[in-house]
């Protein structure tokens, strides 16, 4: 099951995740997409399509139980956003007996042992490198966005609001907090 739950996506989300409501054919192929090549796409689906659940959580999960010294910065339009995207993973990795036991080398049996384990700090699981990034950070773009700090994956998730685009200067504000954004990547980022 530990090898499942890292090789295979939707074997992560549907049983690993316990998301029986993703137990789809349609989130099946996503999961597959997703697998096969998740980096530098703009994925633009129907809202309740999974889109969150699939690449934000679990795809996110999957890399760090793939390899727990990552570091991912999840960005979405304002901090609170991000923060709930945070939440959920911070909810799995507190919760989730399964993964605990599969993951006993990753995950803390005793989240309080963790260096850092908040939605302000960020979440750090076992690991044997020492970044000064938590393994997993939430920021806003707009509003929030961190300095001095490098991520070897970054993820976007509803970065642009109904409300940021509605004049060209607030279109403007957004591109240019995304452009700004990139530069907290490492050499070898990869974004989501």
Request: negative net charge.
């Amino acid at each position: 099951m530990r090898g499942l739950c890292q090789t295979d996506l939707f074997f992560l989300l549907v049983h690993g995740l316990k998301r029986t409501d993703a137990d789809r054919d349609w989130i099946f192929d996503r999961c597959r997409e997703v697998q096969a090549d998740p980096d530098n796409r703009l994925d633009l689906w129907a809202r309740g399509h999974y889109k969150s659940t699939i690449i934000t959580m679990a795809q996110t999960i999957r890399e760090i139980l793939i390899d727990p010294n990552v570091t991912v910065g999840i960005f979405s339009h304002t901090r609170p956003i991000a923060k709930a995207f945070l939440r959920q993973i911070k909810r799995e990795f507190e919760t989730n007996r399964l993964l605990k036991e599969l993951f006993p080398d990753i995950l803390y049996e005793n989240t309080a042992d963790s260096p850092k384990w908040s939605e302000d700090e960020g979440l750090t699981v076992k690991r044997t490198a020492n970044p000064k990034e938590a393994t997993i950070e939430a920021w806003g773009l707009v509003d929030g966005q961190p300095t001095s700090k490098h991520y070897k994956l970054m993820v976007y998730d509803d970065v642009v609001t109904r409300e940021s685009v509605t004049t060209p200067d607030m279109i403007a504000k957004v591109t240019e907090a995304w452009e700004l954004s990139r530069n907290l990547g490492s050499e070898t980022a990869r974004t989501r």
